[in-house]
């Protein structure tokens, strides 16, 4: 019988070494955990893997994506109309995002303040609903409250963020 291959991606490696330790009858300390975690990843010890990590090559990015959503700011690094591609709508909303405080709980009226702050066309709902949609912004059901969604920038979207910062 053959194996499959299964990709395990593990965001916080300690917390699952401290569960891994929890389900086991007599577990080693939490250093000796993540050594042999470390080791049954192909790596020589936890040192090994995390000087590896760190060497790992920047993702790639698609540069005329950036530039066509670049396009869409201007030098004042405002937001200057609503793109027709969803692609680069979806590009254009994590330069919104970054420019949003995190952890600040707003009512509509106030996000969309903010959002006509960082544009030239007023069409804050439109924004706000595409933000939700894409991910990027978290209402509650009665529309009372909008929070920021913390997730990590695509590289695209990293770039087009830096690059609209420096304009």
């Known amino acids: 019988m053959s194996r ?19 389900g086991l009858d007599s577990p ?19 040192q090994h893997l995390r000087a590896r990590l760190s060497e790992t090559p920047p993702e790639p990015v698609d540069d005329r994506a950036v530039a ?25 909303l994590w330069v919104i995002w ?5 952890d600040t709980i707003w009512t509509e009226r106030q996000v969309s303040g903010v959002i006509d702050g960082l544009c030239t066309f007023r069409d804050a709902a439109q924004i706000r609903r595409a933000m939700i949609e894409h991910g990027l912004l978290r ?29």
């Open 4 to 22: 499959d291959p299964i990709s395990l991606t593990i965001p916080d490696l300690s917390g699952f070494a401290k569960t891994l330790r929890a």
């Open 28 to 46: 080693p300390s939490h250093l000796e955990m993540l050594g042999l975690i470390a080791r049954a990843a192909g790596f020589r010890n936890y």
């Open 68 to 92: 066509r959503a670049g396009r869409f700011f201007d030098e004042k690094s405002r937001f200057t109309d609503w793109p027709a591609k969803t692609s680069v709508q979806g590009l254009c």
């Open 98 to 102: 970054a420019q949003l405080p995190p």
């Open 139 to 167: 209402r509650e059901r009665d529309g009372s409250a909008y929070v920021r969604v913390e997730r990590k920038p695509t590289p695209e979207a990293r770039a087009l963020i830096s690059r609209v910062r420096h304009l």
